[in-house]
């Protein structure tokens, strides 16, 4: 009798950014993975290598921001811009502007560059502590979601790419991370919709030079007559040039167009005369035809995923590959996490494609904007200089609005998921007079306002929106105002969390008697995690006193509001302020897993505090709530 075929929580094929990331989060939500990977090792050189503001958040939240900088990556605070001047005496620099703006409150206010393969690195060495390991080299041969085991439906069968060597496993979930060229896309037959009829051929340089270039450690556009080239600085003295070798606009357009290290680097000199530049070593070298292409599913079955490369592709010029496809994994991660756990209901999986897919979306929409910004168009320095102040009286010129909404969306920032069970709005099934408060400013659906305050227990100046981990939990803040005023909603609200029926009481850990003394985050349940701030000194906060003791048992995440912040000079709380959120009433912000706020709640005497997040919570969990039953399951 054949033995039964070995059985994995999700089987993830390609150990790219967006596969690792995923294998990352799942491995460490305590999730049987198996990733493989075709290659014999990790990329040696090249591909992606920009990680944007939101995505170095985003690492630190993993506590991995730390060895990506151990590698000294470069980092690109401002964009400078070069352009050819009359009478054929070469280029010069007609502007700069912050990579940036002042008007995003970034936590990291520059692009980190460092190429992919250190990146990967990073997570197999996480991988490697969470007993996970990138098999290589691997590759998919076939799959079929056949159904024959209810718990792992899916079969995956595998090969080794060197040898005859063949496995066939089953999984409860299959993920392509696979890149451009995706078997598995392909297999389920799922089109590529190719939004812009351009396409442009470009390559891609990596090289240590000699230049007298003024600029070369910064990200320059640089248009010139001979052509236009983008360079960015690298790790260890190295440089990345672009420069569009073919477009489809072009008369003789070949997409198979070719070009030498060396006819590319003769244009690179041409470009930028009357400067000079040599090579000591090219460390990496390509071309390639890009468009831009969407994948019409990112799914058919919420059992067969796809993300990253495959569903999404477009020019390199704003470093948007890799960071969308951290999100596209993050988003994924999270939401299987909570199926699994049995959290949510499976409907919730439909959400990865609606979210993620419109984000893509608007990325193709940018991405056609800014080529023909930079390619079309060249801005004046008088723009230039316009586009770099904080401008916010809406009086700007088009340039300038293009300007700001493009480098908002690039650094991460100006992510927005649209209203759904997750993220509230006036059409959701939780009603409220509770929600979404007069005057608060943490947009629904948008990242959590960055702010810092000082942690109670240890007098530590922290980061709020980095106090809670990426542990796969719903975080609860809890906003609680001026201690003199809020001392009843405060109570009334711990009161009504342990009411049978309520969220809190719900997902309960069933290992609660045994927690450790020691757990920060998760002592209740690894459904939510909960912060307490209030607006006062932290001399003024007395946790034992001023908290109930199923609030105050989340000792280490207890904060006094008493840090000034220049984004608010004149806020008494400023984490308050920044939310929007009255500094004597406060309030309560749910932030899902990924950082997204998904509601905000007024923070009242008696029970409608806790009633109005029980029907927010009611609208996809997978018990019922109150008096909520339970949404059906997919």
């Known amino acids: 009798m054949a033995a039964s075929p070995e059985t994995y929580d999700i089987v993830v094929v390609g150990a790219g950014p967006v596969g690792l990331l995923l294998s990352v989060c799942l491995a460490r939500w305590g999730y049987k993975i198996k990733n493989i990977d075709n290659r014999e090792v990790p990329t040696l050189t090249g591909r992606a290598d920009g990680i944007q503001p939101r995505s170095l958040h985003l690492l630190r939240n993993m506590d991995l921001k730390r060895q990506i900088m151990a590698h000294q ?294 991405d056609a904007k800014y080529a023909a910004l930079f390619s079309q168009r060249l801005p004046s320095a008088d723009e230039l200089g316009a586009a770099s102040e904080d401008n916010t009286d809406g009086e700007a010129n088009e340039f300038v609005k293009v300007f700001k909404s493009s480098q908002e969306f690039t650094s991460g920032y100006g992510i927005i998921y649209g209203p759904n069970e997750f993220n509230w709005s006036s059409n959701h099934s939780a009603q409220s007079h509770l929600f979404n408060p007069k005057g608060n400013t943490a947009r629904i659906g948008r990242i959590l306002p960055s702010a810092n305050v000082t942690r109670v227990v240890d007098a530590n100046e922290v980061q709020l929106e980095q106090e809670i981990p990426l542990n796969g939990s719903f975080r609860i803040f809890l906003f609680a105002g001026s201690p003199s005023k809020t001392q009843r909603t405060v109570a009334d609200f711990a009161t009504n969390l342990q009411k049978k029926g309520s969220f809190y009481s719900t997902f309960e850990r069933e290992d609660l008697a045994v927690v450790s003394y020691h757990e920060r985050h998760n002592p209740h349940s690894h459904f939510f995690s909960i912060c307490a701030t209030f607006a006062s000194p932290r001399d003024d906060i007395d946790i034992s006193n001023m908290l109930p003791p199923i609030l105050a048992r989340y000792s280490d995440h207890v904060y006094a509001d008493d840090v000034w912040d220049p984004r608010v000079p004149d806020a008494k709380a400023a984490a308050h302020a920044k939310m929007g959120l009255d500094a004597e009433k406060g309030g309560i912000v749910i932030v899902r897993p990924d950082g997204h706020v998904g509601c905000v709640v007024s923070l009242v005497e008696g029970s409608g505090t806790v009633d109005a997040l029980n029907d927010y919570f009611g609208a996809f969990v997978s018990k019922p709530i109150g008096n909520l039953k339970p949404h059906a399951q997919l």
């Open 73 to 366: 990556p470069a980092k690109v605070y401002e964009v400078a811009f070069w352009d050819p001047q009359s009478g054929g005496k070469g280029i010069h620099r007609t502007g700069n502007w912050a990579a940036c703006p002042k008007f995003i409150d970034a936590r990291y206010p520059f692009t980190t560059l460092l190429h992919q393969g250190l990146i990967e690195r990073v997570f197999i060495d996480d991988l490697h502590k969470n007993g996970a390991d990138v098999q290589r080299p691997w590759t998919i041969m076939g799959f079929k979601n056949d159904g024959q085991d209810e718990t792992y439906p899916v079969e995956v069968n595998l090969k080794h790419v060197q040898t005859d060597e063949k496995e066939t496993v089953r999984t409860k979930y299959l993920f392509s991370g696979e890149g451009a060229r995706s078997f598995i896309r392909d297999q389920l037959g799922v089109k590529i919709r190719h939004k812009d009829p351009i396409s442009h051929v470009w390559g891609v340089m990596d090289g240590v030079v000699r230049t007298d270039f003024p600029d070369v450690k910064m990200k320059c556009t640089i248009h010139s007559d001979s052509g236009s080239i983008m360079i960015i600085p690298r790790e260890n003295n190295m440089v990345r040039l672009y420069i569009q070798i073919a477009s489809s606009t072009d008369q003789d357009f070949n997409p198979r167009k070719q070009a030498t290290a060396e006819e590319v680097q003769a244009s690179a000199k041409k470009i930028l005369q009357p400067y000079y530049i040599e090579w000591d070593r090219v460390e990496w070298y390509s071309v390639y035809p890009i468009g831009q292409g969407i994948a019409e599913n990112y799914t058919v079955d919420h059992r067969v995923y796809l993300g990253g490369d495959c569903c999404h592709t477009h020019s390199p010029k704003a470093g948007q590959g890799m960071n969308t496809a951290f999100h596209d994994a993050l988003n994924l991660a999270w939401k299987i996490h909570h199926v699994e756990a049995g959290f949510a209901n499976r409907s919730i999986l439909q959400s990865y494609e609606s979210e993620r897919k419109h984000i893509a979306e608007e990325l193709l929409d940018f």
